[in-house]
């Protein structure tokens, strides 16, 4: 037979327009009841050869928009010795051509009783692009190219009323290119895919393949300016589908699962890019010469796979994993180690410029990360190192953090420019609002906010200083401007601090106490009033010891300052006679009686002596100044800081948390 052309189609109901050219059910049902109770089962039939030649069909499916059609051509079937005799087989050997360009190709035998078949099969150059419109029901994709290759042997046969479906052989999928449909842009592709030594088998179902190459793979990952991926807006619609089927408790969702074993999975030459299209400028960043191995995957136990990786980022960077993880259940059992060297910081100024408000000018990133999950509780180590990080002129954002940037990297950068940072984290995979991009924000922000917080704490920890010094603060004598040795200490401390942090600035706030300090300036003003006292009444500085002495020169000095009524007001609370006015020295009452009154009352006169002594208010400013100036001589001259990283601000007043000492205040800045 040959020349033979076959037009079928299902149409939008789904019935084959060849239905209405075979017999009814009904009439198939009794023929076949008829022929099982003839005698005719006895009889055996056998055909020598029968052969089918340049037999041509098209076959299209309506049920789907637009109609997916497929050509066969060139068909030639040829079946040597066909017989029913039970057990016997036949030769098989059969050819066509696919839509002009695929070719397969079976030989082998078949038995017709019972119905086996074993047949080496070869399909070569099969394009998929026939296949877009099923395609279309499942995936937002649209098929660039792509060709079918598959060589190995199918095997059928049934026993005991059971079937037993299987292939093994080799499957390759070549020159495959996808697009993206909602941004019209490339989305996936590879140059081969092979499965190498694949078997494939029903009834029951199972899956093992000895290894799967991959050669020149590429993706991309796009987050779109309404902040959803590509990847879950190409796959929605088979989500949707998926969800539906999941809803029906008949559903095959909730039988076992597929059995899949995979020996390896070997990839190489891959490249992928990310971008970001919901920041301004848009961000992309380009992943290449990805080499990948991943060992022993399997559904049906708990053994975790091994997994290598590693690819170059952008034009300089590095990246790789190593790690073990139960691929078909991540959250049970996974454990990762990943770095990344030598990325760009640049690249990722839309970022910094959005969440930051200061684009980056240079730099380097590098990363060291270690994750384990087990039993859906994540643990993570994040070691963060940037090199030579500098940021521009501040912008303006919305989303940008409040805090200073600038100041949090300045104490972070060391003196080679690098900035180290160990960003812990843990959470639960079901906690209904977790987000891996939230647990290292808080992280991050944590450790940020820590290091402003108490940046001289930090400075402190740099050169092991004790948990109880602070370096914020330097403490002076009241009316003192001379360091004292602690503080000299503390200073040489901040130096060398400084010195590890070399963009960070110092500025010194000079102080005073308006109490302390005062009280100790009136003091010894007054002392030295006292004194004076003293030498003009008595003549002879020793003499000035004596009680009476000292208690008529103050009363001289309360008259010159107050009047005889305040005195005999003092007088009279400690029971003493009044005073008169006239020539001479005040006479007191100093019968040893009243001794203890008397010195009572010699300590209210000076208490008020010294309250009254005047303190200017430049001259306290002046103290502030000039402890300000101290500090920072002392910074330049013995800490070796340069004059330009120092700045002194405005004197200001303070209250001493103690009356011995008065503290100036240290700032940092960036």
Not at 191 to 220: C, M, Q, T, W
Request: proline share 5%; charged share 25%.
């Amino acid at each position: 037979m040959g020349g033979t052309q076959v037009r079928a189609w299902l149409n939008k109901q789904g019935a084959l327009n060849w239905q209405k050219l075979f017999k009814s059910k009904k009439a198939d049902r009794k023929m076949t009841e008829s022929t099982a109770n003839s005698s005719s089962l006895s009889w055996r039939a056998a055909i020598k050869k029968i052969k089918v030649e340049n037999v041509s069909a098209s076959l299209q499916d309506r049920t789907i928009e637009p109609p997916a059609t497929l050509n066969i051509s060139d068909l030639g079937l040829q079946l040597i010795d066909v017989t029913s005799v039970p057990g016997l087989a036949s030769t098989f050997n059969l050819q066509f051509h696919l839509n002009k360009q695929g070719q397969l190709l079976a030989r082998g035998h078949v038995t017709a009783l019972p119905p086996s078949a074993d047949l080496e099969i070869h399909l070569e150059s099969l394009s998929l692009l026939p296949f877009q419109p099923y395609l279309n029901r499942f995936l937002k994709l649209k098929l660039i190219s792509g060709n079918l290759e598959a060589k190995g042997n199918v095997a059928y046969a049934q026993s005991n009323d059971a079937p037993n479906f299987q292939f093994k052989g080799d499957l390759v999928l070549q020159k495959f290119a996808a697009e993206d449909t909602l941004l019209d842009e490339r989305f996936l592709g590879w140059e081969n895919l092979k499965f190498e030594r694949v078997l494939v088998g029903l009834f029951p179902s199972r899956i093992h393949i000895d290894n799967i190459a991959l050669d020149a793979p590429y993706g991309k990952v796009t987050i779109n300016e309404n902040k959803k991926i590509n990847i879950k807006e190409v796959l929605s619609p088979l989500a949707g589908k998926k969800e539906s089927q999941s809803a029906d408790p008949s559903s095959t969702s909730a039988s076992k699962p597929l059995p899949i074993a995979i020996n390896s999975i070997r990839i190489k030459k891959g490249s992928a890019n990310f971008a970001d299209l919901s920041v301004s400028p848009k961000f992309s960043m380009g992943i290449h010469s990805l080499q990948s191995e991943i060992q022993n995957l399997s559904s049906m136990d708990q053994g975790r796979s091994s997994i290598s990786l590693e690819g170059t980022v952008e034009s300089y960077g590095e990246m790789s994993m190593t790690g073990k993880s139960n691929l078909f259940a991540l959250e049970r059992a996974t454990e990762f180690s990943a770095f990344a060297r030598n990325i760009a910081l640049p690249e990722f100024t839309p970022y910094a410029t959005e969440f930051l408000g200061y684009p980056i000018e240079k730099g380097k990133l590098s990363l060291d990360l270690t994750y384990r999950i087990k039993e859906d509780q994540i643990q993570g180590k994040n070691g963060i190192l940037l090199k030579n990080l500098d940021l521009g002129k501040k912008v303006e954002s919305p989303k940008a953090i409040d805090a200073p940037i600038k100041l949090a990297i300045g104490l972070l950068k060391d003196s080679q420019g690098k900035i180290a940072i160990q960003v812990p984290i843990e959470g639960n995979l079901n906690a209904p609002k977790f987000s891996y991009g939230h647990l290292i924000g808080e992280a991050l922000t944590g450790v940020i906010g820590k290091v402003i917080s108490s940046p001289f704490r930090l400075l402190g920890s740099l050169v092991g200083a004790k948990e109880d010094v602070d370096l914020g603060f330097i403490e002076f004598r009241p009316m003192g401007s001379k360091l004292l040795p602690p503080a000299q200490e503390k200073l040489l401390q901040l130096a060398k601090a400084l010195k590890k942090r070399p963009e960070l600035q110092l500025q010194i706030q000079g102080r005073y106490d308006p109490i302390t300090d005062s009280n100790f300036w009136k003091k010894e003003k007054f002392e030295v009033i006292l004194s004076d006292q003293l030498k003009q009444q008595s003549g002879a500085s020793d003499k000035g010891k004596n009680a009476l002495v000292r208690q008529q020169a103050l009363e001289q000095l309360y008259l010159k300052q107050f009047s005889i009524k305040s005195l005999n007001q003092q007088r009279a609370q400690y029971g003493l006679q009044p005073v008169k006015t006239g020539a001479g020295n005040v006479e007191p009452n100093n019968a040893s009686s009243l001794e203890k009154k008397l010195s009572s009352y010699r300590k209210a006169l000076e208490k008020k002596l010294i309250e009254a002594q005047p303190v200017s208010k430049n001259k306290l400013q002046q103290l502030g100044q000039e402890r300000a100036n101290a500090i920072k001589a002392y910074l330049v001259s013995k800490g070796g800081i340069q004059e330009k990283r120092l700045g002194i601000l405005q004197v200001e007043s303070t209250q001493s948390p103690a009356k011995d000492f008065v503290r100036c205040q240290l700032h940092i800045s960036s």
